[in-house]
């Protein structure tokens, strides 16, 4: 990986892959999300049917994102050494057994182990990522990792409502058997999905996989002047939005009086903005303006609802900032992937985009912690917050784009 200049595109096994192969990732994606979203809002009550503590709940939500974090990388690098195909199949199946065994699980510690695990085993991001950019010329990754994003957001949109019509909170961790069953089913058809449809983009290459140890070969991404710089953006992005996110119904709740059904309202209306952007207009606009600017524009986008959102009225305002902030993360967040996947050594594109999900995966702790301290405090602190830390971002991409010397825009 030279700092120079980004490596020349990849060749060999991964121009072999079929028509449509990351489409058909994408629908793999959905289903193993749609899993993913029927847990997630249940977790406090399947905690609470522990008699735990408030303390333990919050354990509970960041095993899964502590997992994911030492997953990403780990996985991303096998996948890069052994092919993306059989990584995928091993990290789905354990996602699917640690679903069946939270549903057995004899206390809120045997729970959080298990979360821990399956955090680990979900944390494929990067081999689907990965996969993607073996089989997308470089100037299409950012609207198939768009795509990728909208099946991402769809299924968390979905799942919730499954999971809360076959819940029985009233009769204790048994109550959530029925859910938990249901999204190991959907990682099995994942599973079969991907041994049936997909098919391997990569050859093993155990000889280039050996060249640096995992340490050494983070170290260089780290201080590469593109990479490192879009992992720091991609930390202090996730750090802004998650711990908005964390505080949000809070803080709604405080300053309006909102009920969680007008909560649940706004957030409907963000995952349909969210989800338009990625399918309509994130592509688009990345293959005409580049990703650089257009990484900067969504970042930009973002730092200016952050502080509107300190001086809002309420109501059709907050509504409408909440929106115009997930279009711009919409806009940003495939962009980053793209800008690494350009600058990434063609052979360590898993390892690489795994750290860049770790370092998304560490901020999904940090930030939920960081936002209730200062909202604790200061009740639009977490906005004013997560507008300090996004705003140098936007020169961070910039650089990161200048740096990486490749398209910048069509010459149309």
């Known amino acids: 990986m030279s700092p120079?200049?980004?490596?020349?595109?990849?060749?060999?096994p991964e121009q072999s892959a079929p028509p449509f192969a990351a489409a058909s990732l994408?629908?793999?994606?959905f289903i193993n999300m749609l899993g993913f979203g029927i847990i997630v809002p249940l977790l406090p009550f399947y905690a609470h049917s522990f008699d735990?503590?408030?303390?333990?709940?919050?354990?509970?939500?960041?095993?899964?994102?502590?997992?994911?974090?030492?997953?990403?990388?780990?996985?991303?690098r096998l996948s890069d050494r052994y092919g993306r195909k059989p990584i995928l199949i091993s990290t789905i199946t354990a996602n699917g057994l640690c679903y069946l065994f939270l549903a057995f699980a004899p206390s809120i510690e045997a729970a959080f182990v298990i979360r821990l695990l399956g955090g680990l085993a979900a944390g494929?991001?990067?081999?689907?990522q990965g996969y993607i950019a073996d089989v997308t010329p470089p100037e299409k990754r950012a609207r198939q990792?768009?795509?990728?994003?909208?099946?991402?957001?769809?299924?968390?949109?979905v799942g919730p409502s499954i999971g809360g019509l076959f819940a029985h909170t009233g009769i204790g961790p048994a109550g959530f058997r029925i859910p938990l069953f249901i999204a190991s089913g959907l990682a099995f058809v994942?599973?079969?999905?991907?041994?049936?449809?997909?098919?391997?983009s990569r050859v093993r290459q155990t000889d280039i996989s050996h060249r640096a140890s995992r340490w050494a070969a983070a170290g260089e991404a780290l201080r590469h002047p593109v990479i490192g710089r879009l992992i720091l953006l991609t930390f202090l992005i996730g750090f802004a939005f998650t711990g908005i996110e964390s505080v949000f119904g809070l803080w709604a709740q405080a300053r309006f009086d909102w009920s969680p059904r007008d909560i649940g309202f706004a957030f409907a209306w963000v995952g349909v903005c969210a989800f338009f952007t990625q399918t309509v207009v994130t592509g688009r606009l990345s293959e005409r303006y580049g990703e650089g600017p257009m990484l900067a524009v969504g970042m930009a986008m973002t730092v200016i609802s952050m502080l509107l959102q300190v001086v809002s009225t309420g109501g059709l305002m907050t509504t409408v900032l909440m929106c115009f902030s997930a279009?711009?993360?919409?806009?940003?967040?495939?962009?980053?992937?793209?800008?690494?996947?350009?600058?990434?050594?063609?052979?360590?594109q898993g390892q690489i985009m795994g750290l860049n999900n770790a370092a998304g995966a560490l901020s999904r702790v940090l930030g939920p912690l960081?936002?209730?301290?200062?909202?604790?405090?200061?009740?639009?602190?977490?906005?004013l917050l997560g507008a300090a830390v996004v705003a140098p971002a936007i020169f961070l991409a910039l650089a990161a784009s200048r740096r990486a010397g490749g398209r910048t825009a069509d010459p149309a």
């Open 190 to 200: 994942c599973v079969a999905a991907v041994i049936t449809v997909i098919r391997e």
């Open 370 to 383: 960081s936002a209730g301290l200062i909202f604790a405090e200061v009740i639009d602190g977490p906005f």
């Open 124 to 128: 494929n991001g990067a081999v689907i």
């Open 327 to 348: 279009v711009g993360s919409s806009v940003a967040f495939p962009n980053v992937a793209a800008l690494i996947s350009r600058a990434a050594d063609p052979h360590r």
């Open 52 to 76: 735990a503590p408030p303390w333990q709940m919050a354990l509970i939500f960041s095993a899964y994102s502590v997992g994911a974090f030492f997953g990403e990388p780990f996985w991303g």
């Open 145 to 157: 990792l768009s795509y990728q994003g909208a099946a991402w957001n769809v299924g968390l949109i």
């Open 4 to 12: 120079s200049a980004p490596p020349p595109p990849a060749t060999g």
């Open 26 to 29: 994408i629908g793999v994606v």
